[in-house]
């Protein structure tokens, strides 16, 4: 099991490793390039190439098509865009380990004596009890409501609800 500085060392490998991908230059995320052939009544064969998205991103279009010149460039920052995202997941990953480990450490109560354990079942039970108890009490209250053998005064006119006469 990993420790808590061992993951927070990790997590901020991570953080430098995203920053050094951010400063090689602009990068795309959620697309990839396609060679596409014409369609329709075009009268060459020539393929050419887009790159699509799965968002409007593109002068609020979902392709754009490349020159030659263009592909490798646009090649590059989908590749660094790539890496960002499996960064940013494997940094989504430590920061839930991480918390899991912090709060699982501050959820462990650590007895010291088994006169402290002992203590606690005890109050435990006597509220058990306790609510036991009134549980119970509201229940025999509730029977004889529905059955109107218990006269109940409203406060408004002082009259008796529920008398049999």
């Given amino acids: 099991m990993y420790t808590r500085k061992k993951l927070q060392s990790d997590l901020n490998a991570l953080y430098v490793e995203r ?27 020539r393929k050419y190439w887009q790159v699509r998205s799965r968002q409007a991103m593109f002068d609020g279009k979902m392709l754009k098509h490349l020159r030659a010149d263009e592909v490798e460039d646009y090649r590059a920052a989908i590749n660094r865009g790539r890496q960002l995202q499996q960064i940013d997941r494997q940094i989504e990953k430590l920061q839930q380990r ?68």
């Fill in 98 to 165: 991480l918390l899991a480990l912090t709060t699982t450490a501050q959820s462990k109560v650590p007895f010291t004596a088994l006169d402290e354990q002992e203590h606690l079942v005890k109050e435990v039970l006597a509220q058990s009890q306790e609510l036991r108890v009134v549980l119970r009490h509201l229940g025999i209250r509730n029977k004889l409501l529905r059955t109107g053998s218990v006269r109940v005064r409203t406060q408004d006119s002082g009259s008796v609800a529920g008398e049999r006469g």
């Fill in 19 to 45: 920053a050094h991908i951010k400063s090689e230059g602009w990068y795309l995320q959620h697309c990839w390039l396609v060679q596409v052939k014409p369609g329709g009544n075009a009268r060459t064969n």
